[in-house]
């Protein structure tokens, strides 16, 4: 049934998804799949390879909420996290965690591009291919949960830095030879994914538009194949069927949305030389090479900002806010950036403060007010702001980091490390947190409901670190 449906017509585009019933989580249960995004999620972070800044992550948080809301009856959450690597790549683990390398976004030309590989690694996950894989391979009673995420992670990751992760043990290197996507599974993800584009308002032609000419910069550059089509190998067929699925859908043309524009360059510039990114933003804006104005223009002010060209900075983003001839959160994130650059850390809070008021779902902005404070020794007042962003974002790391910031200038220790204890558990690095808090208790201080507070946590924790961790998984 599974190879019928690959050979349906165009017509058959928006047939039902295949219904995968309990077999497919004879492998690997719903907890499982948890624990290995985890683990993942973990040697990311470890390896420094996470971009967590602020805009970028709810940038694409957003894009792939906005897939998911028009997926059909997906199961379970996702998160999705941008990775510095300036390969063109993005790959998904079991458990919902999709990771979107700077490269890919730097190389899209249009939104839909990036949004259809979203899609099409959302479809991996949601058609449980890394589990099916798995199964037929009879490969986890051997394995741990932490050793098989890292597997996977290797498997899916390229061949940079992270991949080195499935080192760690023979049998990982097993399994990541084995882990490779076949031509049926990507044939699924790219028909499932391109379903999911349509309903969310994207191009579907964006998929195989994309996937064509990364095989055509392939062609032209001998060995330097884009990491996307050594770990999703795309073929001439694979292309032809995803345009044959197009033929009887209507051409549809859908803007970039400025969100995108900004955070393409950033990326860009977040991943690149700030020297050399300075000198190419001048040159293109003195050729008047560019597609949007106002979006060179910012990452000509953030590549400037990044070399220290203060001057050159606001005036390039003065030009970007004329541009746009509107307010907006990113363009207000970045003077607020400037400002503490430059050691006006009191004014930049205030003009936070005020782009704030304007764009109350901007957390970026809280971010950045939290820091202007900081900067400006006003720990008190960040304080008091990170705790009312956190009855809001309750699960935010950052948050909590921020947090321990406050109390470290306060010079609460007990309660700063409570606060990192109470960031690592976000981050899942539950050992982590378990330290802290014993150092906590280390601290002097003689609140007895900070201290009972703390107690109670770390016996929390401790009774649930077998629960939280990785355990071995049995024998079948």
């Known amino acids: 049934m599974l190879a019928w449906s690959f050979a349906l017509p165009a017509q058959a585009f ?14 690997l249960s719903t907890n499982e799949e948890s624990q290995i995004a985890a683990s993942v999620m973990r040697e990311l972070r ?13 940038y694409v948080s ?5 897939l998911t809301d028009a997926g059909d009856d997906l199961r379970g959450s996702f998160t999705f996290l941008p990775i510095l690597d300036p390969s063109v790549n993005a790959f998904a683990v079991p458990g919902g965690l999709i990771a979107i390398h700077s490269g890919l976004m730097v190389a899209a030309q249009h939104e839909s591009e990036l949004a259809s590989v979203l899609a099409h690694e959302i479809a991996h996950v949601s058609q449980q291919h890394i589990a099916r894989l798995i199964e037929s391979q009879r490969i986890t009673p051997w394995m741990t949960l932490a050793a098989l995420g890292l597997a996977i992670l290797a498997a899916h990751a390229g061949q940079g830095d992270v991949a080195s992760a499935a080192a760690i043990s023979a049998p990982a290197l097993a399994v990541q030879r084995q882990l490779d996507f076949t031509y049926a599974f990507e044939q699924e993800a790219d028909r499932v994914g391109m379903q999911m584009l349509g309903r969310a308002g994207f191009d579907p032609a964006a998929m ?15 060995n330097n194949a884009p990491e996307f089509l050594r770990t999703h190998p795309v073929t001439y067929k694979r292309i032809a069927d995803a345009q044959a699925r197009l033929r009887d859908l209507p051409y549809r043309q859908v803007p970039d949305s400025i969100d995108f524009l900004f955070m393409r360059e950033k990326a860009r510039v977040l991943q690149g030389d700030a020297k050399r990114l300075q000198a190419e933003y001048a040159k293109a804006l003195a050729d008047g090479r560019f597609g949007n104005r106002a979006a060179h223009l910012y990452g000509y002010a953030l590549a400037q900002l ?25 363009l207000a994130y970045l003077r607020g950036q400037l400002l503490i650059a ?22 970026s902005l809280v971010y950045g007010r939290i820091d202007a404070l900081l900067a400006a020794g006003q720990a008190r007042q960040a304080l008091a702001l990170s705790h009312e962003a956190q009855a809001l974002y309750p699960s935010d790391p950052a948050l909590y980091q921020r947090e321990a910031r406050s109390y470290q200038m306060l010079g609460q220790g007990q309660r700063y490390h409570a606060a990192q204890a109470e960031y690592y ?46 355990p071995q998984r049995n024998q079948r």
């Open 306 to 330: 990044r070399h220290r060209d203060f001057s050159g900075a606001a005036t390039s983003l003065d030009q970007a806010q004329a541009a746009y001839g509107a307010a907006h959160p990113t």
């Open 208 to 222: 195989p538009a994309f996937f064509e000419r990364l095989q055509k910069h392939n062609r032209l550059v001998d």
């Open 62 to 66: 957003a894009l792939g909420g906005r």
């Open 425 to 470: 558990i976000r981050l899942r690095e539950y050992q982590a947190a378990i330290e802290q808090l014993q150092i906590a208790q280390r601290q002097p201080g003689d609140d007895f409901y900070v201290l009972s507070g703390i107690e109670a946590r770390l016996q929390e924790l401790q009774r649930d670190s077998e629960r939280l961790g990785p």
């Open 46 to 58: 470890r390896r420094g390879v996470v971009l967590d800044d602020p805009e970028l992550m709810a």
């Open 14 to 27: 928006e047939s039902p998804l295949p219904d995968l019933g309990d077999s497919s989580r004879e492998s």
């Open 342 to 363: 430059q050691g006006r850390a009191t004014e930049a809070a205030t003009q936070l403060a005020a782009a704030a008021g304007r764009f109350p779902g901007s957390r």
